[in-house]
């Protein structure tokens, strides 16, 4: 309190000031305290009785629940003719749900969800929207008395897991679907994870109503997260068209399938470093042209032309890929300094390779130790 006092005094100093006592008021919010009980309150009732007012709903029937469960709300609810979106312009849904969101922040986070429903649908609003924002009004006149109440009392944290069940009727998804994917994502698990016996068991005991996506669910999901990240990143590079470092690395699995995947290595306006996988993909043969080709397809498909440098191991086909891809960048006017520093060797690779002739002139004199009983 000495430390606040202080502060004032510096204040009134410098600016012109008046001391008005405790607040009671900031902002539509009410503000009460219970010293001896040790609690403080924030109402915005007389701020939601003048929005129900201005929406003519402060005589309506009270509602229990934000948002039935009986509103199904999707795109296909939004008008269709061109006399139906006449008609729902004149409907101030924006200004509602925007009061809704003023109070939901300040006040109300009990009815977020439902405020980040409706506003789904501000651009193109239909009547079944307008329907659920009135609802979520009428909610507000029978709890408009609720507070937010801070103070010393045992909290009880309360934890939920969301489990709409494809509650989304325009995605078919549930919140809880996407959550696993991510997860599936991030931590690079196989997608038969949902299949595991142990999984199941654990989201059973966690959330039962929780219905487990099968193992093409969960592939088709992936691709749709990695379309939306590629869309964005896109997006992204468009607007930052940074210069770009390449890194390239091919292999042969088992199946005998060739593979290629190119990284891009960027600084954003923050200066802050990223790495991003561009592409995996198979190729047709390890043969400089074909991974050239490979290259600056991906390159295209990015609209990428800015290429600082690739890095790539020693084998010869790279240095054939190398100046292939040089001349394209030439074709295309982005050849920094005539490509005389876009080839840069893989330093790991050298020291790998350094580590295995170092081997092999060592080996048998190992052996030799090892035989006489000199190493052990």
């Keep these: 309190m000495r430390e606040i006092n202080n502060l004032k005094t510096r204040l009134s100093a410098a600016f012109e000031m008046k001391n008005l006592g405790p607040i009671k008021k900031i902002l539509g919010m009410k503000i009460s305290r219970d010293r001896s009980a040790g609690t403080l309150n924030l109402s915005q009732e007389l701020y939601i009785e003048k929005v129900l007012s201005r929406f003519r709903v402060n005589d309506a029937k009270p509602r229990t629940t934000p948002l039935a469960n009986h509103f199904k709300l999707s795109k296909e609810q939004s008008p269709k003719t061109a006399e139906e979106r006449d008609h729902m312009a004149l409907v101030p849904y924006a200004s509602a749900v925007g009061s809704l969101m003023y109070a939901m922040v300040c006040t109300r986070p009990d009815i977020a969800h439902a405020v980040g429903v409706v506003s789904k649908y501000m651009a193109n609003l239909g009547k079944e929207h307008w329907e659920a924002v009135k609802w979520l ?85 992936c691709y749709e997260v990695y379309g939306e990240l590629r869309i964005n990143l896109k997006q992204s590079l468009r607007e930052i068209q940074p210069r770009i470092c390449l890194t390239t690395d091919t292999w042969t699995p088992v199946q005998r399938i060739n593979y290629m995947c190119l990284t891009a290595h960027f600084i954003d306006r923050d200066w802050v470093l990223h790495k991003r996988i561009l592409n995996f993909c198979p190729i047709t043969s390890h043969k400089g042209e074909h991974l050239a080709e490979s290259i600056s397809n991906c390159l295209l498909d990015w609209n990428l032309d800015n290429v600082i440098t690739v890095t790539v191991d020693n084998a010869s086909s790279n240095d054939v890929a190398v100046l292939e891809l040089s001349k394209k960048l030439d074709m295309w006017g982005t050849n920094l300094m005539e490509g005389k520093h876009l080839h840069v060797r893989c330093m790991a690779h050298i020291l790998n390779l350094i580590v295995q002739d170092g081997l092999k002139e060592i080996g048998p004199s190992i052996k030799k130790g090892e035989t006489n009983g000199e190493i052990c």
């Design 137 to 221: 009004l009428r909610y507000l006149r029978g709890t408009s008395s609720t507070s937010l109440c801070f103070g010393k009392v045992k909290v009880t944290l309360q934890g939920f897991v969301d489990a709409d069940l494809g509650g989304d009727v325009d995605s078919s998804k549930s919140t809880s679907g996407r959550a696993l994917v991510e997860m599936i994502i991030l931590d690079e698990l196989p997608f038969s994870f949902v299949e595991k016996e142990g999984f199941k068991k654990f989201m059973s005991k966690v959330q039962p109503l929780f219905h487990i996506p099968s193992r093409s669910t969960i592939t088709r999901d």
